[in-house]
């Protein structure tokens, strides 16, 4: 229970009761709260509410701001994401006195200028601000030498911990990796980015795929007022991206121990960590050095100034020193800004990045320096000489190789019987993911956002045959998978792109691909030009409004400046060490496992009644309806439907008829027909009977009744190569039915059968009383081998 006092004006006095209440105590404090309010009218419902977003001041008393409405956006172990739908914002003290009117009306309409209704989500049960291992295994990470039963969060991420920190106690609990932790149910983080979910079904089997984009609240902004780096090494546009693959096969995080598996029994366990959950984490950020673009003269393509040279790039270190904190090593940068261009903009970047990590790699040891890798993505594409999407695979299939990603449990006992064969080894254990890549443009949206689906599609491959789904980790274009996949990035660079620059990404997936839609290029037009608009008008008013929702400000309490290291120690020594050891987050997922299990009232809800068609898990996007969801679905180019432009292309190199008139041209008289049936109209009874009498298939008829039955024998292929069956009984029959009829023409028949067949006669011509009984049988048997051995049988 919430008590807020609104007597109070000027300061907040919030009191949180600890403790638990059962239904009749609630009803009697509400009873009770009613009889001590009737002189004033009593109690009165105003509103209900899914959580508190925070409170807020601006020039006189306070706000609170309220969750109305939510929407189930993701399913996680269990537990809910929501998206927030809608907020409302109330007074607190009613009769609060505002001197200045004008200016805390202004305030207000630029805090709801931040529409806290699109892209923020919350949990109940879940913490939406860290990453799947990190909160599965988060006392096994070093931060958290104990276990404790306290929720933590990270604030980086955390876009209402100022609102928040205004009534609950939030104490910081490591500078380095920005996890804080409360007391307090109340306190619900919510993040600022993106979240997206599909259902895959492998026959069968349920497979979740996941998509969670969050992004900093430090130095947050707009396109072209928010650049490159602050003096604490926060960057701009800094987001982090979760995959998570899972398999549905337990609600939870836990499944039921084994019967019979070895050091279950005798420990009293009864649930095991669940090992069929996956993620894989990647990083997008501004370029950390301090540079700027004037927009005042209204240019397109603003150039590039930087503006301060740091000869010791220390807000640079401090940025990869918080990497390695919160990822470990190794830390990998794909630079994809560009390296040539007719008017150096770009480039200056190139250069001065480039020197920034050669810098501070000198100081590193060997094992641990920053593994940077800078390709001018763009030029690539436009020369054509170079194969965009082939390079961005093998590098991520490096990366991956390097980083690792995060498995719950080991790989499927099918690996092992194979790795019998092959010459890959058997993974028994678990897996972590230490290290991170880290993916940038000049703008983090479009060159970034298709790098990282790339880095996306092959960690879902990795992912998939961790779990046992697929064969081998190599997943191909076109097929049902990655095109849910490829979608569900598009909707995640186009929502960051929208919070950052005003407008959807402009190059796609498909465009590298040199793949693109007949309307990609009128679409790129408008998108540009919506960001222009927006980077030209709206970006003012828009930041300002970031500013005030996240305490940015005049009136902000002065933060403490960062600290000042040697230019050689510019990074933290113990930040080096592997973050997650598999050993300890192995132990501590099974404490989790044993501990956890806070989902149930909110899944099941046992209060309410809630069909099946409504359940989130059933109504999720899904591919139940595709076969074969990893068979690339690529159409003949004989099957496919003329395109738009070659029609319009054809029609416009068509000559127009004023020009050049078409010449007149004299039928040739009519000749009779050779056929007498082509004399006759094809609609007259002579003809329909002719047709009937003598019928007659064309060769197109054939080839059309070829097309229709061989039309969906691509959907009966599987997506691995079937092994043919050993048909050795039916062999065997087939050749002893050929013999009997004697179709064999290289049968030989051995002596020695026809030596006992002489032997048995005789011995049955002496013996009298048998005889004349074995006589008929002996005739009919040989008359049977007469007619049914071929006459070229031969003795050996």
């Known amino acids: 229970m ?64 309220l969750i109305t409405k939510r929407s189930v956006r993701a399913l996680m172990g269990g537990h809910y994401i929501y998206h927030c739908e809608d907020t409302s914002i109330y007074k607190i003290c009613p009769t609060m006195k505002v001197d200045n009117p004008s200016e805390e009306a202004r305030l207000l309409a630029l805090f709801r200028g931040v529409d806290l209704s699109r892209n923020f989500y919350f949990s109940y049960t879940y913490d939406v601000t860290s990453t799947l291992q990190h909160n599965l295994t988060k006392f096994g990470y070093k931060a958290f030498p104990q276990i404790s039963k306290t929720p933590y969060f990270n604030d980086r991420y955390a876009w209402n911990h100022r609102l928040l920190s205004n009534a609950f106690p939030l104490h910081e609990h490591n500078e380095g990796s920005g996890d804080w932790k409360t007391k307090s149910p109340w306190v619900i983080p919510m993040i600022y980015g993106h979240v997206d979910q599909a259902k895959l079904s492998v026959y069968g089997r349920t497979i979740y795929i996941t998509l969670i984009a969050r992004r900093s609240r430090h130095f947050a902004g707009v396109r072209y007022l928010k650049r490159g780096v602050d003096e604490e090494g926060n960057v701009a546009n800094e987001v982090e991206t979760e995959q998570i693959v899972s398999e549905a096969s337990t609600t939870g995080f836990y499944a039921p121990p084994e019967r019979f598996r070895q050091g279950i029994n005798g420990t009293g366990r009864v649930r095991v960590p669940n ?296 990074f933290h020594p113990e930040n080096l060490d592997p973050i997650f050891v598999p050993e ?85 008289k009519a000749q009779p027909a050779d056929n007498p049936r082509e004399a006759l109209e094809s609609h007259s009874v002579e003809a329909m009977v002719a047709r009937a009498l003598s019928p007659i298939v064309s060769v197109d008829e054939e080839k059309e009744y070829q097309r ?26 087939s050749h002893e039915v050929r013999i009997g009829h004697g179709e064999i023409d290289d049968l030989d028949v051995p002596e020695a059968c026809f030596r006992r067949y002489d032997a048995h006669a005789q011995s049955v011509a002496r013996q009298p009383e048998v005889a004349s009984e074995a006589k008929e049988t002996l005739d009919k048997t040989q008359q049977y081998l007469n007619s049914s051995l071929p006459q070229h049988v031969g003795y050996y």
Not at 465 to 482: I, K, N
Request: aromatic share 12%; glycine share 6%; charged share 25%.
């Open 275 to 570: 090992p069929r959950y996956t993620s894989y984490v990647q990083h997008r950020g501004s370029i950390p050095i301090f540079w700027t673009q004037d927009t005042t003269n209204l240019n397109p393509k603003p150039p590039i100034e930087i503006t301060v040279v740091d000869p010791f790039y220390a807000p640079a270190g401090r940025h990869f020193d918080r990497l390695f904190a919160r990822y470990g090593t190794p830390i990998m940068v794909l630079n994809l800004i560009k390296s040539r261009e007719p008017q150096p903009r770009e480039s200056k970047l190139l250069l001065e990045f480039g020197a920034c990590v050669e810098y501070l790699n000198q100081f590193l040891p060997e094992g641990k320096k920053i593994m940077y890798e800078a390709w001018d993505m763009s030029q690539a594409y436009k020369g054509k000489k170079q194969d965009v999407i082939s390079y961005l695979e093998d590098y991520a299939e490096m990366s991956i190789n390097l980083t690792g990603f995060f498995h719950s449990g080991p790989e499927p006992f099918l690996h092992k019987l194979r790795s019998e064969s092959e010459a890959v080894p058997y993974r028994d254990t678990m897996l972590v993911q230490n290290g991170v890549c880290r993916t940038n443009c000049v703008d983090c949206l479009d060159r970034t956002n298709a790098a990282q689906f790339v880095f996306g599609k092959r960690a879902l491959g990795h992912q998939l045959y961790a779990l046992g789904v697929v064969e081998t980790p190599q997943l191909e274009f076109d097929s049902d998978a990655v095109n849910m996949l490829t979608e569900m990035y598009h909707d995640h660079g186009d929502t960051i792109a929208l919070q950052y620059a005003g407008g959807a990404l402009v190059n796609r997936v498909e465009s590298y691909r040199r793949m693109p839609h007949w309307n990609s290029h009128s679409r790129d037009v408008i998108e540009n030009m919506r960001r222009f608009y927006a980077n030209s008008v709206l970006d003012a008013d828009k930041q300002a409004s970031i500013d005030v929702f996240l305490g940015i400000g005049s009136d902000c309490k002065p933060c403490t400046p960062p600290e000042r290291r040697a230019y050689q120690q510019w």
């Open 2 to 65: 919430l008590r807020i006092d609104r007597a109070a004006s000027e300061e907040l006095v919030v009191t949180e009761d600890e403790a638990v209440y059962a239904e009749r105590e609630i009803a009697d404090i509400l009873r009770m709260l009613e009889d001590g309010n009737k002189v004033s009218g009593g109690l009165n419902k105003v509103q209900e509410f899914h959580g508190i977003v925070g409170f807020v001041r601006f020039t006189a008393g306070w706000y609170i701001v």
């Open 584 to 668: 300890q987050c192995s132990s501590a997922l099974c404490e989790f496992a044993q501990t956890r299990a806070d989902f149930w009232d909110e899944y099941y809800r046992p209060r309410l009644f809630t069909s099946l068609q409504k359940h989130f898990a059933f109504s999720m996007s899904s591919s139940s309806k595709l076969t074969g969801p990893f068979i690339p679905r690529i159409v003949a180019p004989s099957m496919q439907p003329p395109k738009l432009m070659q029609g319009v292309r054809r029609w416009m190199g068509q000559g127009s008829s004023k020009r050049k008139p078409n010449p007149i041209t004299i039928p040739p």
């Open 708 to 733: 229709y039955i061989e039309q969906n024998s691509d959907l009966m292929d599987t997506a691995g190569s079937v092994e043919k069956i050993d048909q050795k009984d039916y062999n065997l029959y």
